[in-house]
């Protein structure tokens, strides 16, 4: 039996929650920024961001440098580490290698180690301007701004239009309280690039610090022509239409983001605030003016450029912004949830859980976090783990339908199915008219043996939603393997076809609708193209040798059976096959 799991639907909802507790939503619009921001890079970005070196000349740098790349490659930071150690003492002229130290210790957190790596390869190479970032990012991490201010000058001396400096370079100047320098850098940046999304949006963040409105309003909408959905500018504008004490206008913007991204909790909750009236509106406006909502800083900076870089799959790069502030920042648990979220797409399961678990209860990011930890447990077959940690997301919101899917998913793959069940049935009495959420129930009923329950929750599924393809497919096909009622199944797989008429799973389902009705040529016929259109599921395969085999294709049979004997995974299907290959094959003697 094909199951249509909604685990796999509610874990795309739940990782689609990625940016729900930070008040950015990065956007394709916005990613050029990003990319024009290490257009400049002298060294091109190999595995992961990290600087390409040239082979090393010593033998022992060499063999030290190549196994640094394959730990690399495979995912093993630490141990690639100590290989670009050994190969940084064996060669220590080799400006690159030490440019690489560099970046692998950022990432380890060993902020001061790379600062000594990164200085001593700009004493051998000056004109490396990726290296002279990473400094000046580690020495403003560490807290010396100074020193990041004297480095970020040095890069834009060399390249005048490289927008990462301005913007760093900026965002000290406005930390500083210098409004003046800082919106003189961005308005640089723009006269570089007329099109820079950032340089525009920064003086609007200048402009509103200083208090200076109008200006900053101006600078904020050229940012929206430029990208009409950033949410990171929609935010800002609502919040200086509060601080202007127009709350109607805060009200629109808020409502524009949440068409953007509906799961935003802290625009839920403005809105609220908003709505009950404004009583308050005094305090929360100081409140709004405490918050990081009006920060601009090199942190707030380096956190959205990490962002861009992870929208655009730069995950090594976003790794090492991240880590930069968390360097400065340790309390920043926004970034410990990105920094998380990149590990994990790196396949760094155990450090990308080291920084979800570092997200306290009282963090907006900590039902996130809860729900990539169980998304990572749940990879490694660790069910009890990822029950743990969305149990925990559900203490915080207990009647949130999408955590509780993911429960009952979990539940489902450890083959729990009583506690999927009635977790199901929890979800059920929450949205009672929810069709997907039976269609889902009466997939777990089939998988434990409770035949009928499965039809009859089919059957509530289609008769709230008569155009629900996959419950019309199942239920035909439920009936075709139980070879009961054919005329209905037939009547319910071709409603699904009219739906989804080049769904090859629903093909095969009506092809065996003809295998039950002992009509094997028109079974045949449809069976072959549905595996055309699936090719590598071994139930269509094998249900096309089923449908020769008994028009006499014995030689066809034997083909297919042994394609299908190829990808199965299931003992049960395995041993199956086996025994039909044999069957056939007799036959086909026999014939002779």
């Not at 001593?120 to 970032?133: E, N």
């Not at 009583?279 to 929360?284: E, I, L, R, T, W």
Request: net charge neutral; hydrophobic share 35%.
């Amino acid at each position: 039996m094909r199951l249509w799991s909604q685990r796999g639907v509610k874990l795309l909802a739940a990782a689609s929650l990625f940016l729900t507790a930070c008040v950015i939503t990065t956007h394709k619009q916005a990613s050029r920024s990003a990319q024009e921001a290490r257009a400049h890079a002298k060294a091109e970005p190999a595995f992961g961001g990290l600087p390409k070196v040239k082979i090393p000349e010593r033998a022992v740098a060499m063999g030290a440098f190549l196994q640094a790349q394959v730990a690399t490659d495979q995912g093993h930071r630490e141990r690639a580490l100590g290989y670009y150690a050994t190969a940084v003492k064996a060669d220590p002229y080799n400006a690159m290698l030490r440019a690489h130290l560099a970046t692998l210790y950022v990432r380890d957190g060993q902020l001061k180690a790379a600062l000594d790596q990164a200085e001593k390869a700009l004493s051998l190479d000056p004109y490396q301007v990726d290296t002279r970032l990473l400094a000046a990012g580690i020495s403003s991490a560490l807290g010396d701004d100074k020193q990041a201010e004297r480095q970020y000058q040095a890069v834009l001396r060399q390249e005048p239009d490289n927008q990462e400096a301005h913007l760093y370079l900026g965002t000290i100047y406005a930390k500083q309280g210098d409004y003046g320098k800082a919106l003189k850098v961005f308005r640089q940046l723009i006269e570089t690039d007329p099109h820079s999304f950032l340089g525009y949006y920064y003086c609007g963040r200048v402009m509103t610090a200083a208090k200076d409105y109008p200006a900053a309003e101006r600078y904020y909408r050229r940012a929206l022509e430029l990208n009409p959905q950033s949410e990171l500018v929609l935010l800002d504008l609502a919040v200086l239409e509060e601080l202007q004490n127009r709350p109607s206008e805060a009200i629109r913007y808020y409502e524009k983001i949440l068409r953007v991204n509906p799961n935003n909790d802290f625009v839920h909750k403005r809105l609220g605030e908003l709505f009950a009236g404004q009583k308050q509106f005094d305090q929360a406006l100081h409140e709004f003016e405490r918050s990081e909502q009006l920060e601009t800083n090199p942190e707030d900076t380096r956190t959205k450029i990490g962002l861009l870089y992870f929208e655009r799959g730069d995950l090594g790069r976003a790794a090492t912004e991240f880590n930069l502030v968390l360097g400065a920042s340790p309390n920043n648990y926004k970034v410990h949830y990105f920094l998380g979220t990149v590990y994990s797409e790196l396949n760094e399961y155990d450090k990308a859980i080291q920084q979800f678990e570092a997200v306290p209860a009282n963090s907006d990011s900590y039902v996130d976090s809860r729900v990539q930890l169980a998304y990572l447990h749940d990879k490694r077959n660790q069910y009890d783990q990822a029950i743990v940690a969305i149990n925990q997301a559900l203490q915080k919101k207990p009647k949130n339908t999408e955590l509780m899917g993911f429960l009952a998913g979990i539940y489902r793959e450890k083959k729990d199915y009583p506690r999927a069940i009635a977790t199901l049935k929890e979800m059920i009495a929450l949205e009672p008219n929810n069709d997907k959420f039976h269609f889902t129930l009466g997939a777990v009923y089939d998988e434990a043996k409770q035949k009928q329950n499965s039809v009859d929750e089919m059957r509530r599924t289609i008769a709230l939603n008569p155009n629900n393809a996959q419950a019309l497919n199942y239920l035909g096909y439920t009936y075709a393997e139980m070879g009961t009622n054919l005329d209905e199944a037939e009547d319910l797989i071709r409603r699904a076809l009219r739906i989804e008429p080049h769904d090859g799973f629903y093909i095969d389902s009506l092809g065996w609708v003809y295998y039950q009705k002992g009509q094997y040529r028109r079974a045949v016929r449809e069976l072959q193209r549905a595996v055309d259109l699936t090719d590598d599921d071994p139930t269509i395969t094998e249900h096309l040798a089923d449908a020769y085999r008994k028009i006499g294709e014995f030689e066809k049979a034997q083909i297919l059976y042994r394609k299908a004997l190829r990808k199965a995974t299931e003992n049960d299907q395995v041993h199956r096959l086996k025994e039909k290959l044999d069957t056939v094959r007799d036959a086909g003697r026999a014939a002779q």
